[in-house]
């Protein structure tokens, strides 16, 4: 048992300032600790079960002087007469609380997120389960985490944000999944999955909800529209271009990179990395994309084809923003389905070719295995036809304006 020092007044406590740990008398072990920053807290050095360990008791001046001695007269009786061990208990109690369910769904996505290919996934789970889920279980052990606690998240916006409830109860039915695989919750039922639970209790998403297409253009639309587009300024207007001559998405083009391109063999091969589906994708050009990319300017050091302000890669809004300046009400993603439905309506296109031009999935899995071909000069003959499509006006009688939004 430490020795006691002499008892220090509360204006000697006051007074101490010097970096470092002070005795202050009266109760064995108890002391005040002065960082060098200046804070002061209070610390008991004692024993417990043979071994030596440190307590803090709080700070100073919010614990004072007299429930510093009070407390730690408490500790040393418990371990007195108890035989507690107070620094084992701590433990124990910090090992629960870093099983809470927020605690848990952070250690799920710093494990998954290097295997998620857009980083801005990891900060979207954080944002939902922090702005729905954590309020309301965030902080109970989440071996305690039921059924009831899963439906008070989700249910209040079930009906008015249906999409975003259904990604909130997936996130909470992994992070739970997880728990289970850690042992930090016994084996059993998920409570937030869904089939034969949750759809019991809740309505069908497709009974309180409805699908919201994507706005798009007119298939007779596109000749004027290309027409204005190409008057438009900017690496915007050039990637929403290059974006719909080949009918890839978004963030393909905007994350295009010249070490992908074959210019001369009129080729574009998007690396795995980038895609959608987690398989390289290959891109016929057409002579009008082609055309585009060699009059695209080019800068020193730089492999990335269309630079923003400050040399930074377009940002998503960027291609969103060119439509507005021109008042269409259209999207980026639309332009695909215009492709989509041009495939169907105006060609003879066989639908696994169109498929494949968007890079959607073709059949099942058994057919994708022994489909090892990509279609490539069947497509190629598509993004031509495409090409010569949106280069010549609409006979005469066909809408020839844009539709303006607002």
């Given amino acids: 048992m430490p020795r006691i020092a002499k008892p220090l007044s509360p204006l000697a406590i006051q007074r101490l300032t010097t970096p470092g740990l002070h005795a202050v008398g009266e109760v064995a072990g108890l002391c005040l600790f002065v960082k060098p920053t200046g804070a002061r807290s209070w610390v008991l050095r004692t024993r417990a079960n043979g071994r030596r360990i440190e307590l803090g008791l709080g700070g100073y001046p919010t614990v004072t002087l007299a429930q510093a001695r009070e407390n730690a007269r408490t500790v040393l009786n418990d371990i007195r007469m108890n035989g507690a061990d107070p620094a084992a208990d701590r433990r124990a109690r910090r090992a629960v ?53 899963v439906l008070a998240v989700i249910e209040p916006i079930w009906s008015t944000k249906t999409e975003t409830a259904q990604r909130v109860r997936n996130r909470i039915e992994r992070v739970l999944g997880y728990a289970m695989q850690r042992e930090y919750r016994p084996e059993g039922p998920n409570p937030a999955r869904w089939k034969d639970n949750l759809d019991v209790a809740l309505p069908a998403k497709n009974k309180v909800s409805k699908v919201e297409h994507l706005a798009a253009l007119p298939i007779d639309y596109m000749h004027g529209f290309m027409r204005q587009l190409r008057e438009m300024d900017g690496m915007g207007a050039r990637a929403l271009e290059l974006a719909i001559l080949t009918a890839t998405r978004s963030g393909e083009v905007r994350g295009a990179k010249w070490s992908e391109f074959d210019l001369g063999n009129a080729l574009w091969t998007i690396p795995a990395a980038r895609m959608k589906s987690g398989r390289e994708h290959r891109v016929p050009l057409n002579a009008a994309a ?84 990509d279609l490539f000069e069947k497509r190629r003959e598509l993004m031509d036809l495409w090409q010569r499509f949106i280069e010549t006006a609409p006979a005469k009688g066909n809408v020839r304006h844009l539709r303006k939004a607002g």
Wanted: aromatic share 8%.
């Fill in 97 to 149: 609380s870093d099983r809470t369910f927020r605690k848990v769904a952070e250690q799920y996505i710093e494990t998954h997120r290097a295997g998620w290919k857009n980083a801005k996934h990891a900060q979207q789970w954080t944002n939902t389960l922090e702005q729905y889920a954590n309020p309301v279980f965030g902080d109970k052990h989440v071996a305690d985490v039921s059924k009831g606690d």
């Fill in 290 to 373: 082609v055309d585009l990319l060699q009059n695209l300017p080019k800068f020193e050091g730089v492999d990335r084809v269309f630079v923003g302000k400050g040399d930074k890669p377009l940002s998503d809004m960027t291609l969103t923003a060119v439509l507005r300046r021109m008042k269409v009400a259209a999207t980026t993603h639309g332009f695909r389905s215009v492709f989509r439905d041009w495939a169907a309506e105006r060609t003879s296109t066989p639908n696994e070719v169109a498929e494949m031009a968007l890079a959607h999935a073709v059949g099942d899995k058994t057919e994708a295995a022994y489909r090892r071909g």
